[in-house]
């Protein structure tokens, strides 16, 4: 309908759009009440993106069109920018009575009646904004305090930061607003359920999920990942007014997102009752909270207190006490890893902790159930650590009865294949001493081997595993390589085009470098970095094998019980080098890499590399590493300095006009591999 337009009256449209488009916006992420259904929103949304495609001289980053985040963006890493006022932290305290002792320092310091701001301490990971003119023109992470990250693009894409203020709503020309940038429980969930189905490593709690996402190389991930921000702390030259409050709400008028939660108190006593109250009500919110910020709300007070080196004066953070639950123990399982490593797990009546709901807790390793006497049936006290899986941390004692059930003793066989559980002098691991046969073991490397991480098998998941093991099809990782299609077709659940995928899979997974290779072959403590490591250093599968305890010892971020470890390996498994071989999955360092840098065929010293697009032998992350170990560096974007650009499929047109501007050559994916052969 808008074809018919005048050139004028569609960039006046544009203006028109982003406009509503920005107020629906604030509607809907900010204030929790949206006007239009998310139908109409998309129907404007897609106006405005296709008139913007019209007319790339419109182009604005802080247009609503900029919320999906650009995967074009991508940079090796972000550019550090200095705060204009460093990032200060606060003084932490747990107890009440530090709280008391802040507000009588303060009160003698002042020596005049003061007000005390009370708000939640958000916990996620805090941010910088600057605007110009009513625009959002950087966003910097706290970093050291003093320089952090300009994480601008990725930003933009948090709905509830605005990129334009509200229209003549009095904000000044130029200043700055730190607030938090957190991952509301709703998103981290989903986020982790995902992620759990995907095979990938699940993140311990949101602050770290925010804080992973906000540094994320490629913005579009960011803008699907739901995070928030709540702002708390104005700053500038021009601020108007004398009181915190009074600025955050101001703030909150310009469109910022602002904590209904705060409470100024006169007393002591108002202080600690928000503390009290806010320690049980934390747990019915949306977000994540750690504590309490306390700040003397008058500025001019503010200034007169000071600063420390690192911390001001005049605000303390109290933090809660780590949520705990109390629920029931109903039965203990065991669970034998691929290694052989028994972990005892607690079987719990399904409990509420910090955000999401519980029922099983590590009980760690058989000192760990002795120390606590445990008894089927007792009450015990959980509680989340930094890891995903809660711990107990107690029992009620005082609540068991006669009624209780049998006490909790550590197996003494393995619970998959009967063998005996044995215990190395020193380790508090207890191991099932099966190696070659314990089922468990058996399907945890296979599993080990197919994950993403590793050789990126597509198509197989924990239950077709088990699947194809009951089925004798597979025993040993060695195993999937015969596998054929019509062994797959007519398993339960699986059809043909599954096993084609998976058949397909297995072959691709021949291309997966030498360091991946030697990581899903599971050796005990060789992990992704290790397994990187002993790449490096040794180049081959064949050199690894026949290497000295000595040898290994001496490479980078690997100690005796790795070295050991791995020494052990090779003499339990004498034939494991000819047979990964022959099965044709690469056992050398494809870019021949030796200790202390690169031996290489080609140098690409001195070079300046832009890669963009889409490749199809190797990742991105792999040209950028390659691009390294050949001496060259990775560069965002194409200028003079660029020596040439490589490009896959889908190369943006703006990146190659670029290059054929600057007269920078482009080099395909397969001239690329040809020339550092
Ligand atoms: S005020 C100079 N207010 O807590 C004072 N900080 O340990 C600046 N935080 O780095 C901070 N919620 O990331 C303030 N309502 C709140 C907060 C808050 C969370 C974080 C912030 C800061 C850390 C201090």
């Known amino acids: 309908m808008y074809a018919i337009r005048t050139r004028m009256d569609q960039v006046q449209r544009i203006t028109e759009l982003r406009k509503l488009l920005h107020e629906y916006n604030y509607l809907y992420y900010v204030q929790n009440a949206p006007v239009i259904s998310d139908q109409d929103f998309d129907t404007l949304m897609h106006e405005l993106q296709d008139l913007e495609k019209r007319h790339p001289e419109c182009f604005d980053p802080n247009s609503p069109t900029q919320r999906v985040g650009s995967d074009l963006n991508q940079k090796s890493g972000f550019e550090q920018v200095k705060h204009k006022y460093p990032m200060l932290s606060l003084d932490n305290t747990y ?164 904590s209904d939660h705060i409470k100024i108190c006169d007393t002591l006593q108002q202080v600690l009752d928000f503390l009290d109250y806010w320690d049980q009500a934390r747990k019915s919110l949306p977000v994540a909270t750690d504590g309490v910020v306390l700040k003397v709300d008058s500025l001019s007070q503010q200034q007169e207190l000071g600063f420390k080196s690192r911390s001001p004066r005049w605000a303390i953070a109290y933090k809660f006490h780590a949520e705990r639950a109390v629920t029931r123990l109903n039965s203990v399982s065991y669970q034998v890893g691929r290694t052989g490593a028994v972990t005892p797990v607690a079987n719990l009546d399904p409990v509420l902790l910090a955000g999401t709901v519980v029922k099983r807790a590590t009980l760690n390793n058989a000192d760990f159930i002795q120390a606590f006497d445990l008894y089927i049936g007792d009450m015990v006290y959980i509680e989340k650590g930094g890891e995903i899986i809660p711990k107990i941390c107690g029992v009620d004692y005082d609540s068991r009865s006669f009624m209780i059930g049998d006490k909790v ?58 699947l194809l093991f009951s089925k004798g099809l597979v025993r040993t990782y060695f195993d999937l390589y015969k596998l054929k299609v019509q062994d797959l077709c007519y398993l339960e659940g699986l059809g043909d085009k599954s096993a084609r995928i998976i058949v397909h899979s297995i072959e691709d997974s021949k291309q997966v470098p030498f360091d991946r290779v030697l990581f899903a072959m599971g050796i005990r403590f060789v992990g992704q970095t290790t397994a990187k490591s002993l790449a490096r250093k040794f180049g081959s599968l064949h050199n690894l094998a026949s290497a000295s305890f000595e040898e290994l010892k001496n490479t980078p971020d690997i100690g005796e019980r790795i070295a050991q470890s791995i020494i052990d390996f090779f003499s339990e498994n004498p034939g494991i080098e000819d047979a990964v071989s022959a099965l044709g999955l690469n056992t050398q360092m494809s870019v021949n890499v030796a200790e202390n840098g690169a031996q290489l065929n080609m140098s690409l010293d001195g070079m300046s590399i832009v890669i963009s697009g889409v490749f199809s032998h190797h990742s991105r992350d792999e040209y950028k590493d390659i691009i390294e170990a050949h001496g060259g560096k990775n560069s965002s974007s194409i200028s003079s300095k660029t020596t040439f650009v490589l490009a896959g499929e889908n190369m943006g047109p703006a990146k190659r006009e670029k290059a054929a501007q600057l007269g920078v050559p482009v080099k395909s994916e397969d001239e690329f591999l040809e020339m550092i052969k």
């Not at 803008?223 to 709400?249: C, F, K, P, Q, W």
């Not at 691991?429 to 073991?441: A, M």
């Open 409 to 466: 003793t550590f197996i003494t066989t393995c619970p998959e294949c009967g063998a005996k559980l044995v215990r190395i002098p020193g380790e508090s691991v207890t191991y099932c001493s099966n190696t070659n046969n314990c089922p468990s073991q058996l399907k945890g490397r296979i599993e080990h081997f197919i994950q993403r991480k590793a050789m990126d098998i597509e198509g197989l998941g924990t239950e077709t595993i088990d």
């Open 95 to 258: 107890s009440e009575a530090d709280v008391t002792e802040f507000y009588n320092r303060v009160s003698r310091d002042l020596g005049e009646p003061f007000r005390i701001c009370c708000e939640l301490k958000f916990d996620g990971l805090s941010i910088s904004l600057t605007y110009r003119h009513g625009k959002l023109v950087q966003a910097v992470t706290r970093g050291d305090g003093v320089m952090g990250d300009d994480v601008t693009a990725n930003v933009r894409t948090i709905r509830s930061i605005p990129l334009v203020l509200k229209p003549d709503s009095g904000y000044p020309d130029e200043f700055e607003i730190r607030g938090e940038v957190l991952m509301p429980w709703d998103s981290f969930n989903a986020l982790n359920a995902k992620r759990q189905a995907e095979g990938e490593q699940l993140f311990a709690n949101p602050r770290n999920a925010a804080s992973g996402t906000l540094k994320q190389q490629n913005a579009q991930i960011v803008a699907e990942r739901g995070l928030d921000a709540y702002l708390y702390y104005l700053l500038g030259t021009d601020i108007e007014g004398n009181s915190h409050i009074d600025n955050l709400l101001t703030a909150r008028n310009w469109g910022f997102k602002i």
